[in-house]
């Protein structure tokens, strides 16, 4: 099981995440568009380490990451 909390910052629209098998390239849980400023989003994946291997991405379109109230 892959447990994510998430905590977005002043601009929770530049945030977008994906969870993917390795292997296969098959993305198996994503979000984003979120409208929420300094908000938590939670997302529950049931999955094993049998499963595979897998690859958590997390993008902030604006490029100035996640923290504080903007970003750096």
Do not use: R
């Not at 098959?26 to 690859?55: P, R």
């Amino acid at each position: 099981m892959l447990e994510l909390e998430l905590q977005h910052d002043d601009y929770p629209e530049e945030i977008s995440w994906e969870f993917k098998n390795s292997i296969t390239g098959e993305v198996l849980i994503s979000g984003g568009g979120y409208t929420v400023a300094n908000s938590f989003h939670e997302e529950v994946l049931y999955c094993s380490a049998n499963d595979g291997e897998f690859i958590f991405k997390i993008n902030d379109s604006f490029g100035d990451g996640i923290c504080c109230d903007w970003g750096i």
